[in-house]
């Protein structure tokens, strides 16, 4: 089993900037994709960033530009900075850790865009 614990939500003003950080309980980064997801109040959870093992990071068309994920393996944990942040971003943000049939999910961490 595996505990992905999620940090660094906050209110920042539009055009802020945030670093999200998803920690896990063991070392599972090297090896699995990571994907940051978020989910807005009424609309369905929607993937933003992925990460793959020895891969490119991938980006929705939403965020590209703006938001960066990244991983430090020492530390067993993932990144997504946040970047240019527009009211539209505002969700809760999840962690997500992935290998074959294994998947793990964070407790999610809240990011409000707002003046």
């Known amino acids: 089993q595996v505990q992905l614990v999620e940090s660094g939500g906050g209110l920042v003003q539009p055009g802020g900037s945030l670093r999200l950080s998803c920690a896990a309980s063991?070392?599972?980064?090297?090896?699995?994709?990571i994907r940051w997801y978020r989910q807005a109040p009424g609309k369905q959870r929607e993937l933003v960033a992925g990460?793959?093992?020895?891969?490119?990071?991938n980006y929705a068309d939403s965020v590209k530009g703006r938001f960066t994920i990244s991983r430090d393996n020492a530390k067993n944990t993932v990144y997504l900075q946040m970047n240019s942040l527009k009211p539209e971003d505002t969700a809760v943000y999840y962690c997500?850790?992935?290998?074959?049939?294994?998947?793990?999910w964070g407790q999610g961490t809240q990011v409000t865009v707002s003046s």
């Open positions: 997500n850790a992935q290998l074959g049939p294994n998947v793990y």
């Open positions: 063991r070392s599972i980064f090297s090896i699995y994709t």
């Open positions: 990460i793959f093992s020895g891969g490119s990071p």
